[in-house]
């Protein structure tokens, strides 16, 4: 059901009339533009309701599985026609998806016999993995070209390419060592209980020895990004936030030396020291941040433009500044591209929403445009059934704290018991690691309210353990 409606989602009409992939006359649709169209239209929907739609038959009968799985071939063959010139990719994705493109057509051609083709392009391919960086791409290109000049018995072409071929070698196996090292820091991440002290500092340090030198010609945007990303994850894990400032600090610097560098990579950084700079409670810095961050997202096309804003409303609600969350809640949420937001990122908006009404209602917050009073309804929230109760990085304690709020205005203390009871089984399910800790100790820190049936001193003596937790992670 996932894979359907995520490329229903990112296949947009306007991409499907470009080939004849389906039926696309309004008049007489084809089932398995119907099927598109229902699914499209009703994303939140069960299989079950685009069944009855479009064929009037259960979602387990064969008719419909068989419609299901021809649109999805259907749809992953139409990923493959998508233009990457198109201005939703930053340079650095147009390279990396016209390279691979390129590269799967040298291959066709190869096998076809069409060497001299082949060669064409494989150079075509060579010259974006070098500009770029593409390890990968360039080679698989090279090798092409290399065995291009051995059958021509052209020495100076294979000399030339094996020198090219060395170097792109060596930098990706620097590239796949700090992939390694992402893979056991985010192992780490997920069960840092199984890991002491010691073990995680001399990684530190084993991570520290790969970072590169000022000036040195054999490094990718790739590496940087994987080898600072898996020293901050570990930095996190041992709560070094200053670390953590100081060497995102030094990855933007390097990046900053590529002339393609994409603004998403610069941001990853300027996210970790935002993160950092709310967890240290530096304010001043984290604001400063948050507008480079805005600055830099201006650069930023698609779906991870509403990534940002979703982080920047964390940022301004822990902060406290509700007056920046309801401005950057409207701004992003007027985005065109909104729109097209998977449904977690979209539910997501709509908890800040329900935080955002409830401050207002307190008196906390001014809508002076009224925009959000008129567009959010507590009531039809409150009886939503998300999507995002399905995921395990703590999205749902945000969704099941609002309807505690709600219930807690309203003394009623059955639902509350309730809530808090799904949010203790979540948490305990989902939330015993680094990443998410500290959600973790804000459940432990809720579950003190029905432990101390709601009495204010109590439940702030009972708290101050997971409080202490909450500030020293």
């Known amino acids: 059901m996932d894979l359907i409606k995520e490329l229903v989602r990112v296949i947009r009409p306007q991409s499907l009339r470009k080939i004849e992939v389906l039926s696309n006359n309004p008049e007489k649709p084809s089932k398995l533009q119907s099927l598109?169209?229902?699914?499209?239209?009703?994303?939140?929907?069960?299989?079950?309701?685009?069944?009855?739609?479009?064929?009037?038959?259960d979602a387990s009968s064969s008719a419909y599985r068989q419609l299901k799985s021809k649109l999805t071939k259907k749809l992953i063959n139409n990923l493959f026609l998508t233009d990457p010139n198109e201005a939703q990719f930053n340079s650095y994705a147009k390279a990396y998806l016209n390279g691979r493109k390129l590269v799967y057509a040298v291959n066709i051609l190869s096998r076809t016999g069409a060497r001299a083709a082949a060669k064409i392009l494989?150079?075509?391919?060579?010259?974006l993995a070098d500009k770029y960086t593409l390890s990968f791409l360039a080679?698989?290109?090279?090798?092409?070209?290399?065995?291009?000049?051995?059958?021509?018995?052209d020495r100076k072409k294979i000399r030339y390419y094996s020198e090219k071929y060395e170097r792109f070698n060596n930098i990706r196996q620097r590239e796949m060592k700090a992939t390694q090292f992402v893979l056991k820091a985010r192992q780490i991440e997920i069960d840092f209980q199984d890991?002491?002290?010691e073990?995680?500092?001399?990684?530190?340090?084993e991570v520290r020895s790969l970072f590169p030198e000022k000036g040195d010609p054999d490094l990718s945007v790739s590496f940087i990004a994987d080898i600072y990303s898996a020293h901050t994850i570990l930095l996190r894990v041992r709560n070094?936030?200053?670390d953590v400032i100081r060497y995102s600090t030094e990855a933007i610097e390097h990046l900053k030396l590529f002339h393609f560098i994409p603004a998403i990579f610069q941001l990853s950084s300027y996210m970790n020291i935002l993160r950092a700079s709310i967890s240290l409670k530096e304010y001043e810095h984290g604001g400063r941040v948050k507008e480079e961050i805005l600055q830099l997202s201006q650069n930023i096309k698609g779906i991870n433009k509403i990534f940002i804003y979703q982080r920047l409303i964390e940022f301004a609600l822990q902060t406290e500044r509700y007056d920046v969350a309801l401005e950057i809640y409207t701004q992003g949420t007027s985005f065109p591209i909104f729109k097209k937001a998977p449904s977690y990122l979209a539910e997501t908006f709509r908890i800040f929403a329900a935080y955002l009404s409830i401050l207002i209602g307190e008196g906390m917050l001014e809508d002076p445009q009224g925009t959000l009073s008129r567009n959010f309804r507590m009531g039809k929230f409150m009886n939503s059934k998300l999507e995002i109760t399905k995921l395990k990085?703590?999205?749902y304690v945000g969704f099941l704290l609002v309807q505690i709020i709600f219930f807690l205005k309203r003394k009623d203390f059955e639902e509350v018991i309730d809530r808090v009871d799904s949010m203790s089984s979540y948490a305990s399910r989902n939330l015993k690691n680094a990443r998410t800790i500290r959600a973790y100790y804000f459940t432990r820190m809720i579950e003190t309210l029905p432990k101390s049936d709601f009495h204010l001193s109590a439940v702030q003596r009972k708290s101050e353990r997971w409080i202490k937790k909450l500030v020293e992670s």
């Open 393 to 395: 990085e703590g999205q």
């Open 240 to 242: 070094k936030n200053l």
């Open 199 to 205: 073990e995680i500092e001399e990684l530190i340090q």
């Open 139 to 153: 080679l698989e290109s090279l090798q092409h070209l290399w065995n291009h000049a051995v059958v021509s018995m």
């Open 36 to 57: 598109y169209s229902e699914i499209s239209s009703n994303p939140s929907g069960t299989e079950e309701e685009w069944a009855r739609s479009v064929l009037d038959q």
């Open 122 to 127: 494989a150079e075509k391919a060579f010259r």
């Open 195 to 197: 890991f002491d002290d």
